[in-house]
């Protein structure tokens, strides 16, 4: 409703002119005509192209048709339409593929080479990649080069590439084996990239490629765009649960994975009087008013795609579940949740990594459901530097361990890692601690040349039951550093000297070697119900060693916090089977 006319403004930028001459418009132009009644006009559509992120403006200039006039009216209403994206069944990408990089100073030609073992490829004749040059080899070349097109892509394929791990080998025309990898999907290896939306990708082309540590999953997030849902519903009474016991929003991840989330909401009956029961849903004042519990991590942050703007950084370690593992915020005013009574929930949400299913609830299991969130079309980097390169890396680590596995009261142990990088590894230092104490450290010392070469250096023996942290760090020749466990001090590569409780009838034995920190922190009431693994040494049959074992609790609330009916759910990762 104008009288006369006006200018309207989005963000500063003009967007529609109603009775208004054309050209540049200041505050001394009039209207081009008077009107008599002002009327209801017909809607403006602002082009999505004009919206940003966060808070936009809308702004009005009202202009009179004469310098005298005096009848002046202005009124709007902006409404918003959600499209809906028609629902369909999750299912895996079928996209597949492996891209070969000349990392040397000349041409390689191809000619007979091949592709063996987890897949089946042979190259053309006159098949050659440049100096620095890339080379994908896809399972379907033409559908890869829809999606990227200008890069230089073969195939098809035979055969597929395993989520669980696969033995890749790229063989010469004298079918010699110019290079092999035998990649994972967890442990030391990158689990996002585990057909979750990112591809693996190959961190620095110089180091060996043949460790985990060497590899990332390709980062997504420029691409990944931020999204809002919203639904609408009747809460009814769920079919099983408590629903008065708790007033809370609830939501989690179905598996791990990583979101941003901003501009969270509950309203209770949406087409009347509205009320909203969320408190700091933009998270301005930071976690206040919500709970990470669990399997789940949340903290805020800066907004990447808008500095100043706080958002939820929501990190799953695990799926979400009916008791822990998610997040959750009591309703302003504890206000009930009223069945019979309509609710629409939203949000904002930027996937990150991994799983892209995230559920909302009202507690106990009212108006429950999974979005599936968006994600980017187009997936790594074929034919391009990879997203997670590094020029160096530092020095990379294999057949890592300590001996004897169990060791004697007072008797020393001894620690040996084999490391290798293309500038030299110029020196490698053993780090330990007795749990709870200050780290100490010794120079570790060239045993073997025979391989990759071999270090190691002692610890000295310590007391009967005493728990032992360790670690290696390493620097290369231009002093590119890095650690083995490649979490260094936050790892959990661990022994505790003989405690004469092993299993001496012939059974077996095995033994969780966790710190005293993170038992005391997994048997915490807060805690007792999560299923976020702590880091523990698994050693069995005092002989085999198992570092970085996932370790949790098992079982319903009335057995984990009794000690006759407690247990242990172990989680070995792929790369240690």
């Not at 195939?155 to 092999?180: C, I, Q, W, Y």
């Not at 206040?288 to 958002?311: A, F, L, M, T």
């Not at 001894?414 to 500038?423: I, K």
């Amino acid at each position: 409703v104008v009288d006369d006319g006006a200018m309207f403004y989005w963000n500063g930028n003009l967007i529609h002119r109603y009775n208004m001459p054309s050209g540049t418009i200041t505050a001394t132009n009039n209207a081009s005509a008077a009107i008599g009644n002002a009327a209801l006009r017909s809607p403006v559509t602002i082009p999505l192209t004009n919206l940003v992120v966060g808070i936009n403006v809308l702004a009005v200039e009202v202009h009179q048709a004469r310098i005298s006039g005096d009848d002046i009216a202005f009124g709007a209403e902006l409404s918003a339409t959600v499209e809906a994206i028609p629902a369909v069944p999750f299912s895996e990408s079928p996209e597949q593929w492996i891209e070969l990089f000349n990392r040397s100073s000349n041409r390689v030609d191809l000619t007979g080479w091949r592709l063996d073992e987890g897949v089946d490829f042979r190259f053309a004749a006159g098949t050659k990649i440049e100096p620095g040059g890339y080379l994908v080899v896809a399972k379907d070349p033409a559908a890869l080069l829809a999606r990227f097109p200008g890069i230089a892509a073969v195939g098809p394929f035979t055969n597929g590439l395993s989520h669980r791990g696969e033995r890749l080998a790229l063989k010469d025309a004298a079918d010699n084996p110019a290079d092999v990898v035998r990649y994972f999907d967890g442990g030391r290896w990158p689990g996002a990239a585990d057909g979750d939306g990112s591809s693996l990708e190959l961190r620095d082309p110089r180091a060996d490629n043949s460790v985990g540590e060497a590899w990332a999953a390709s980062d997504e997030r420029p691409r990944s765009p931020w999204r809002s849902y919203s639904y609408r519903g009747i809460a009814a009474a769920s079919p099983v649960g408590p629903d008065g016991q708790w007033k809370e929003f609830v939501m989690g991840m179905l598996a791990s994975g990583e979101v941003l989330l901003d501009d969270i909401s509950v309203i209770e009956t949406p087409g009347g009087t509205p009320v909203q029961l969320i408190q700091n849903g933009t998270f301005e004042t930071g976690t206040n008013k919500w709970r990470i519990i669990g399997n789940h991590y949340g903290e805020v942050i800066n907004d990447p795609d808008q500095p100043g703007n706080k958002v939820l950084r929501l990190v799953a370690y695990g799926g979400t579940d009916h008791m822990s593992n998610h997040g959750e915020t009591t309703f302003a005013n504890s206000r009930d949740v009223v069945n019979g009574r309509e609710y629409e929930i939203s949000f904002r949400a930027k996937w990150i990594s991994g799983s892209r299913q995230f559920h909302t609830r009202l507690y106990f299991n009212r108006l429950a459901r999974t979005t599936l969130l968006e994600a980017p079309a187009l997936h790594g980097t074929p034919g391009a530097r990879n997203s997670a390169f590094a020029a160096n890396l530092g020095p990379t680590y294999t057949e890592f361990r300590h001996a004897p596995a169990v060791p004697a009261p007072l008797a020393p142990v001894t620690v040996s890692v084999r490391a290798t990088d293309p500038d030299g590894v110029a020196a490698l230092t053993l780090w330990w601690a007795v749990d709870g104490g200050a780290w100490s450290s010794a120079p570790m010392a060239l045993a073997s040349v025979e391989g990759a070469p071999e270090y190691s250096a002692s610890i000295p023996g310590k007391a009967a039951g005493t728990i032992v942290h360790f670690y290696v760090q390493g620097a290369d020749a231009l002093g590119a550093a890095s650690t083995f466990p490649a979490a260094g001090p936050n790892a959990r590569a661990l022994y505790k000297v003989d405690d004469g409780l092993a299993a001496t009838n012939g059974l077996h034995n095995i033994r969780l070697i966790v710190k005293k920190s993170d038992a005391d922190w997994m048997h915490n009431n807060l805690n007792v119900m999560s299923n976020k693994r702590i880091g523990c040494t698994m050693i069995y049959d005092e002989r085999e060693i198992f570092y970085g074992v996932g370790l949790r609790l098992k079982g319903s609330e009335h057995s984990r916090t009794v000690n006759e009916r407690m247990g242990f759910n172990v989680n070995l990762h792929s790369d240690q089977l």
